[in-house]
């Protein structure tokens, strides 16, 4: 895990920048609008996220996994500070 860790630390996603159309867009930002979520039930690339949430100007991101993951979760939540990531 620290291999990872160190990894994802390490990764730049500040200069990927995400190609959408504006048809794309704004189906995304009416979903948005409608439901309050512009993705979900998909396994989407972080980076897309990513790059949709700038698009729309969203800033906060929620993420569902298997109840077997907890303790995973809990243990990077406590060693990484918490939930308020810089991305």
């Known amino acids: 895990m620290d291999g ?8 730049d996603t500040r200069s990927f920048n995400l ?12 979903s948005l609008t409608e439901s309050g979520l512009p993705l979900h039930g998909v ?13 729309l100007r969203v800033t906060t991101l929620a993420l569902e996994w ?3 993951l907890k303790p995973e979760l809990n243990a990077y ?3 990484q500070g918490g939930l308020d990531h810089p991305l």
Do not use: Y
Not at 43 to 55: D, K, S, T, Y
């Open 4 to 11: 990872h860790r160190l990894a994802v630390d390490e990764f």
């Open 19 to 30: 190609l959408v159309e504006v048809k794309s867009l704004d189906l995304a930002a009416r």
């Open 43 to 55: 396994q989407e690339n972080p980076l897309i996220v990513q790059g949709l949430m700038r698009a």
């Open 66 to 68: 298997p109840e077997q």
């Open 77 to 79: 939540l406590t060693t």
